[in-house]
């Protein structure tokens, strides 16, 4: 049985299916590296805010929330000019950027698992943006609506799902 995906807008609260959702406009604009992606762009006239997917209630994974505050955190405190925050604000950052750090480390591995033949091997395309410091290429953000399970060869969504044992 499928279910329908559903959003909600986060201006004027319209709700209805993923598919009357309008392209969203301005995507890099709107959404900042670490956000989720807005389902699409509200369709009541006149609005145009993002509508967000609505969660099932089904999944109570933090780790994409808590990833994003991680990316969040560091990106804000890497752009203040020269970075010269105050120290309460410097070192409140980093109190928040580690806590999410430590949870994602104590929490259980998850993967990427393709709902239509259960296999691992999902991929997604991604933007990597270089980073001087560390000489490295560092996630930028991810294109998830696009994934590909190479285990069925084949266009797929997927569940994020413990890793067993």
């Known amino acids: ?37 807005p389902a699409g762009e509200c369709p009541e006239e006149g609005c145009g805010a993002a509508a967000m997917l609505d969660q099932d209630g089904s999944d109570d994974d933090l780790r994409p929330a808590l990833v994003a505050l991680m990316l ?19 070192a409140n950052l980093q109190e928040l950027a580690d806590y999410a750090r430590s949870a994602l480390a104590a929490g259980s591995l998850v993967q990427p698992v393709c709902d239509a033949c259960g296999g691992t091997s999902v991929q997604v395309d991604a933007w990597a943006a270089w980073h001087l410091d560390a000489q490295r290429w560092e996630l930028h953000s991810t294109y998830e609506p696009g994934a590909i399970c190479t285990d069925c060869d084949a266009e797929c969504s997927y569940t994020m799902k413990p890793v067993a044992g």
């Open 72 to 90: 969040g955190l560091d990106r804000l405190r890497e752009s203040v000019p020269g970075g010269a925050l105050p120290s309460p604000v410097a």
């Open 1 to 37: 049985m499928s279910t329908t995906e559903t959003a909600t807008c986060q201006s004027c609260g319209w709700t209805g299916r993923v598919e009357e959702t309008k392209e969203l406009r301005d995507v890099w604009d709107r959404v900042l590296p670490g956000d989720v992606m």
